[in-house]
């Protein structure tokens, strides 16, 4: 099987006054593009690391359109909860969020625990802690939103090098930083982070951001 690994997507009706694009269009467009990826990839899943949406006050009109685009998507999806996707961290918010009520429709489900072929992925959301790894000896991906060994931004959540280690997880595919880095390869783990599908602000790299994934074989346990 192949998986189709998404960042942050900041799904917003509003456009910020720093673009000068129509950001929901925009961001809209991206999300209904995935199709086309997983087609020409051969995928069975996508799998979404928090942050689908970005404010959760988000106007009905706009969420019937983000559930058409989610819904033009033919292959399964899957995502974890961001901390843009719930209200002052608070989990007893989360059932008013425009996340949940897609979790609702079933067209995305929340990812907790799903096996595809023999690995299994475990998904932590913002709200959880990342706990140690229940199938050491299976190949098993801990999806996270969260930083990795960052040390600049000390008020959020943090995988460090050797945290990593002793969660014994195979590989870590991690959302919520916004920028694309190169994976972190050792004989431990591996460490994916694609980056944001989108952000609101003005710098070009956001303006014209182009769509970064990750995919993983099942089969040859590589990321692409």
Same mark, same amino acid.
């Given at each position: 099987m192949?998986?189709?690994?998404? !960042?942050?997507?900041?799904l917003d009706?509003?456009?910020?006054?720093?673009?000068?694009?129509?950001y929901s269009?925009?961001?809209?467009?991206?999300?209904?593009?995935?199709?086309?990826?997983?087609i020409?990839?051969?995928?069975?899943?996508?799998?979404?690391?928090?942050d689908?949406f970005?404010k959760?006050?988000?106007?009905l009109?706009? #969420?019937?359109?983000?559930?058409?685009?989610?819904?033009s998507?033919?292959?399964?999806?899957?995502?974890?909860?961001?901390?843009?996707?719930?209200?002052?961290?608070?989990?007893e918010e989360?059932?008013?969020?425009?996340?949940y009520l897609? #979790?609702?429709? !079933?067209?995305?489900?929340?990812?907790?625990?799903?096996? #595809?072929?023999?690995?299994?992925?475990?998904?932590f959301?913002?709200?959880q802690?990342?706990?140690?790894?229940?199938?050491?000896?299976?190949y098993?991906?801990?999806?996270?939103?969260?930083?990795?060994?960052?040390?600049?931004?000390?008020?959020?959540?943090?995988?460090?090098?050797?945290?990593?280690?002793?969660?014994?997880?195979?590989?870590?595919?991690?959302g919520h930083?916004?920028?694309?880095?190169?994976?972190?390869?050792n004989?431990?783990?591996?460490?994916?982070?694609e980056?944001?599908?989108?952000? !609101?602000?003005?710098?070009?790299?956001?303006?014209?951001?182009?769509?970064?994934?990750?995919?993983?074989?099942?089969?040859?346990?590589?990321?692409?």
């Amino acid at each position: 099987m192949r998986l189709l690994f998404i !960042g942050d997507v900041h799904l917003d009706s509003r456009t910020p006054s720093s673009r000068k694009d129509d950001y929901s269009k925009t961001i809209l467009n991206k999300v209904r593009s995935l199709n086309d990826i997983a087609i020409n990839h051969h995928v069975d899943a996508i799998i979404y690391l928090g942050d689908v949406f970005n404010k959760t006050n988000v106007y009905l009109p706009f #969420f019937t359109e983000c559930l058409k685009a989610f819904k033009s998507i033919t292959v399964p999806q899957y995502s974890i909860v961001g901390n843009h996707d719930i209200s002052y961290e608070r989990a007893e918010e989360f059932y008013k969020s425009p996340l949940y009520l897609l #979790f609702q429709t !079933g067209v995305v489900k929340h990812l907790s625990k799903e096996q #595809f072929d023999d690995v299994m992925v475990y998904g932590f959301d913002y709200i959880q802690e990342v706990t140690p790894n229940p199938t050491p000896n299976q190949y098993s991906i801990c999806v996270a939103h969260c930083f990795f060994n960052n040390k600049f931004y000390k008020d959020t959540k943090n995988i460090d090098m050797v945290d990593a280690i002793d969660l014994h997880y195979n590989a870590f595919v991690l959302g919520h930083d916004h920028m694309p880095y190169e994976p972190v390869v050792n004989q431990a783990y591996t460490v994916i982070r694609e980056g944001s599908l989108s952000r !609101g602000t003005s710098h070009t790299c956001n303006l014209k951001r182009k769509i970064n994934v990750s995919l993983f074989d099942t089969q040859t346990k590589q990321f692409q």
